[in-house]
């Protein structure tokens, strides 16, 4: 074997490794953004939805570790035939959504479906035409997160997959102030039976 065509056989593994180094870092750099951006919202008067003193005392939202186990590519199952529903809010209300689609994945060795909804009202609306809404819970509810659940924005994917990144995961502004907003309960559908440790955490200091 001629020596040039060993050498490209050296290169070959560095390359793929520094690729795949360049992708964790960029799925790294993505959820401190996110982390960025929740703790800019929350402490711009015009957008967060703390009160009063919770407002004044807010620092930056604690988190869990980031950990890219928590990020998954899904399976993703469009429903071809979608109905409008009325899913129940905390007021006691309910907002139109429809079931965009089902996404599956692995986690720990263990397979998980969860439901993923689209609003009819923000469909209409040209920036969040493409927005889709995962809401969920997990074995962390009551404990290092909020009791109602966790959401996770997403976008309509284009194949047959979706990247599911619970490290972007956050807590329903209900968590924080239940008395000025109306959040969308978790449906039964999209309870887990496990431990989500990833994104935002909750501290139990809120008025509600």
């Known amino acids: 074997m001629k020596k040039h065509t060993l050498f490209l056989l050296f290169l070959f593994p560095l390359f793929i490794f520094s690729q795949k180094n360049k992708q964790i870092s960029k799925e790294i750099q993505d959820i401190k953004k996110f982390q960025q951006d929740l703790n800019k919202e929350y402490s711009d008067s015009k957008e967060t939805p703390l009160r009063g003193d919770n407002f004044a005392k807010f620092k930056q939202h604690p988190f869990f570790p980031i950990d890219l186990k928590y990020r998954v590519t899904a399976k993703f199952i469009k429903n071809e035939t979608p109905q409008p529903f009325d899913l129940p ?9 429809q079931e965009f689609g089902t996404a599956t994945f692995d986690l720990n060795g263990k397979s998980y479906t969860l439901t993923i909804y689209q609003s009819l009202d923000l469909m209409k609306m040209e920036e969040y035409k493409d927005h889709l809404f995962l809401p969920f819970r997990d ?31 956050y807590q329903p502004f209900c968590a924080y102030n239940a008395y000025d907003y109306n959040c969308p309960i978790v449906p039964e559908e999209n309870k887990l039976p496990v431990e989500i440790r990833a994104g935002v955490m909750y501290e139990d200091i809120y008025h509600h």
């Open 139 to 169: 074995k962390t509810n009551n404990k290092e997160t909020y009791g109602g659940g966790k959401y996770m924005d997403l976008k309509i994917p284009k194949g047959n997959t979706i990247v599911l990144d619970f490290n972007q995961s």
């Open 89 to 97: 809010t905390s007021s006691g209300k309910s907002k139109l959504y």
